[in-house]
């Protein structure tokens, strides 16, 4: 038996009331001594026991007409195979339909999803008229089909059949919380939640327990029991983030065996721009990763885009993963100050006098004086070295740089005008100070690891006797939302960055060229290190995250390409679906479609450029970890008086018989009618014999 409103069962409490009444005019009687009455007691001892048991009589009929009244608000229903109630109770269903993309393995039996789906159609065929229903597709994200319980059973059934996988991972409590808010909404006595999956282990990670806040019966319906076996692209990591043209680079590609079996012979095959370029034949124990490393060397600018393909398997979605990529080349770089040799041959050494055509740097070189008068437009990065002191009109070329989304690199040595640098410290890194000298030199002691500036060295290259080293420099204080990105060993910043306006100013405390305030100039690190800067701060200006999982919303500014809107296609569909989305006014862009992987294309028309850009979307490779979760942990682990109910049993049969029950509440109300009319002939009854007994005077 169970109750719909169990909160009236406190009215039982009410009972106690008749019973006190009772007691306390018992203890109210009082004794009065009359003149010998010895016939008349006589008389009345026969009536005694007669009148006690029929006030017993009357007590109890009242105590058991409250406690009906009571029992009958709260609505009790019987039902869970009693013979005598036999009628079907109304039933609020929802079914919770697993569609992530682990449910895209082909079984024995085919397709997990159709498996589910064919389980969904017979839960709501076991539905009747008068019954409701509602379906959520289950992923990482709760995709309610229908928002509300309806009544309309065979919309619900086309939409069961009208259901596609998604490709997204597993997560199991936003889905069965909107199922509970869902049923909360239903008066109907029979509440039920089916959650139809395969019970990845991926989806029940990371939380602990979902309390049944609804109060419905829980049935978990898991597909089968078949060891699975499957192969996936977990990751593909590219060995530098800054990549110049003609400078090869390596792309780690991480493989998972999530099978019982030792993968042998699968073949991982590597295509960019829509070539094929390689394949390798890859083996690995069981259960275990490995990566394999594919070179490669790009040798026009842009981004660039392809894909690493395993051989297929039963899990086909997890066999393809996307990437996107910048190569940057052609970076026009202008250096200016009193001595700028050191900087153009970093960065494009020369070849018998003439510089390299291959280099990815072109490198101008001006004055402080012709600063003032240039234009900037067409230069990507500035370089100012050693320039002791700004004008009014050299610090509206910089800010104006800045604006831009440019950025500008700083050498400063100690011979430098520290007041007017300070007076420009808004768009500086850091205050300078008064010079240093270190006496024994200084090295590079530390650096940032995050930073993709000093991603090609390894810590060890600045120790030792060939490590670079500092004789002067500044004291540097950090300003704004600097950060310091490498330190000299007495702690003294080397490298600081600033991100400023819509650009970024990096600062190097060393002279750019004064040999004899270090020999960092001569060192065969500095080439590296003046290329990845140029390249950090070309990346800063231009790259967005290109590489995504689905779900997750592609940000960019375009605001130098004059475009207003960009239409957004996802190349290779043969759907042919593409999305107009219109760009802010500060030139930023914010797609949120990404619910399918490939690579998607962002194209749009400016006044006299043409955009077009990339980005890659793939799946989450946490989802291809087939191992289930055992059923009886996820059952405890989602509330109380959960079913499991095999795929070998006869659904709709076993489902009926839990929905088997009658509300007896008009039972027990009639009860309490025909038992207060007893009470009241009875009390009546009573009253009027109490009348008569009473001696009239005389």
């Not at 085919?110 to 839960?123: H, P, Q, S």
């Not at 679906?577 to 294309?601: C, H, K, M, R, V």
Request: net charge negative.
């Amino acid at each position: 038996m169970g109750f719909l409103n169990p909160i009236f069962l406190l009215g039982i409490l009410a009972a106690a009331v008749p019973l006190i009444i009772h007691l306390w005019r018992r203890y109210q009687a009082k004794t009065v001594d009359f003149s010998s009455l010895m016939f008349l007691l006589a008389a009345h001892r026969q009536n005694v026991r007669r009148i006690q048991l029929k006030h017993l009589l009357i007590l109890l009929l009242r105590v058991l007409i409250i406690i009906l009244i009571a029992l009958a608000l709260a609505r009790p229903l019987l039902k869970n195979r009693f013979a005598f109630a036999g009628a079907r109770t109304k039933t609020s269903v929802v079914i919770i339909l697993d569609n992530s993309y682990s449910m895209g393995y082909q079984g024995i039996q085919g397709g997990r999803f159709e498996v589910a789906k064919g389980m969904a159609l017979e839960v709501a065929q076991s539905l009747q008229h008068g019954d409701s229903a509602s379906v959520i597709l289950m992923s990482d994200i709760p995709d309610p089909l229908f928002p509300k319980l309806t009544k309309d059973l065979n919309q619900v059934r086309e939409a069961i059949r009208r259901s596609q996988i998604a490709y997204r991972a597993t997560l199991v409590p936003p889905s069965l919380e909107m199922a509970h808010d869902i049923l909360d909404a239903s008066n109907d006595p029979n509440k039920e939640i089916y959650l139809i999956s395969d019970f990845n282990r991926n989806g029940w990670a990371r939380w602990d327990r979902v309390p049944n806040q609804s109060g419905a019966r829980i049935f978990l319906l898991p597909l089968d029991d078949e060891v699975t076996d499957n192969i996936s692209i977990e990751e593909v990591q590219a060995s530098s983030q800054l990549i110049g043209l003609g400078l090869p680079i390596e792309l780690g590609v991480a493989i998972g065996n999530h099978s019982d079996a030792p993968l042998v012979d699968a073949t991982l095959t590597l295509f960019i721009d829509e070539q094929k370029r390689r394949s390798i034949s890859s083996q690995a124990g069981a259960g275990e990763s490995m990566t394999l490393t594919f070179t490669h060397q790009f040798e026009s600018p842009g981004t660039h885009t392809g894909y690493l393909e395993l051989t297929a398997d039963r899990l086909p979605l997890d066999n393809r993963r996307y990437f996107a990529l910048d190569a940057y080349g052609q970076i026009r770089v202008l250096c200016v100050g009193p001595q700028t040799m050191y900087l153009t041959l970093a960065l494009n050494p020369a070849i018998q006098g003439q510089p390299s055509t291959d280099s990815p740097f072109v490198p101008a070189t001006a004055s402080l004086k012709e600063l003032e008068d240039l234009t900037l437009t067409e230069y990507d990065i500035l370089i100012l070295a050693d320039v002791p002191a700004f004008s009014v009109r050299v610090q509206e070329q910089l800010q104006t740089f800045m604006r831009a989304n440019k950025s500008v690199i700083y050498f400063v040595g100690d011979g430098v005008d520290t007041a007017s640098y300070n007076a420009f410290a808004d768009w500086l890194p850091a205050n300078v100070g008064q010079p240093i000298t270190w006496q024994p030199p200084v090295t590079l002691s530390s650096y940032r690891e995050d930073s993709p500036i000093f991603e090609v060295f390894k810590q060890e290259d600045f120790a030792g006797q060939y490590a670079p080293q500092f004789y002067r420099g500044l004291e540097l204080k950090p300003t704004g939302a600097a950060r310091i990105v490498a330190q000299l060993s007495d702690g003294a910043p080397f490298l600081i960055e600033r991100p400023i306006d819509r650009g970024m100013a990096l600062l190097f405390n060393v002279s750019a060229a004064q040999l004899d305030a270090s020999n960092l100039l001569v060192s065969p690190h500095f080439l590296p290190l003046l290329q990845q800067v140029v390249l950090y701060t070309k990346a800063i200006q231009s790259a967005p995250q290109r590489n995504l999982i689905v779900g997750q919303p592609y940000t960019a500014n375009y605001r130098w390409s004059g475009a207003t809107t960009t239409q957004i296609t996802r190349l290779g569909d043969t759907t042919h679906w593409s999305e107009t989305l219109s760009l802010a006014e500060d030139g930023s862009l914010t797609f949120s479609g990404t619910n399918a992987p490939g690579i998607y294309q962002v194209e749009g028309q400016g006044r006299d450029t043409l955009l077009r850009d990339f980005f890659a979307v793939n799946v989450d490779a946490t989802e291809s970890e087939l191992q289930p979760i055992p059923i009886q942990e996820a059952a405890d682990r989602i509330g109380a008086q959960t079913e499991v109910i095999s795929e070998s049993e006869a659904l709709e049969q076993t489902l009926n018989t839990y929905r088997v029950g009658v509300e007896i509440w008009s039972e027990l109300l009639l009860i309490a009618l025909v038992l207060m009319l007893i009470e009241g002939i009875l009390s009546n009854r009573e009253s009027a014999i109490s009348d008569d007994s009473v001696p009239s005077r005389t």
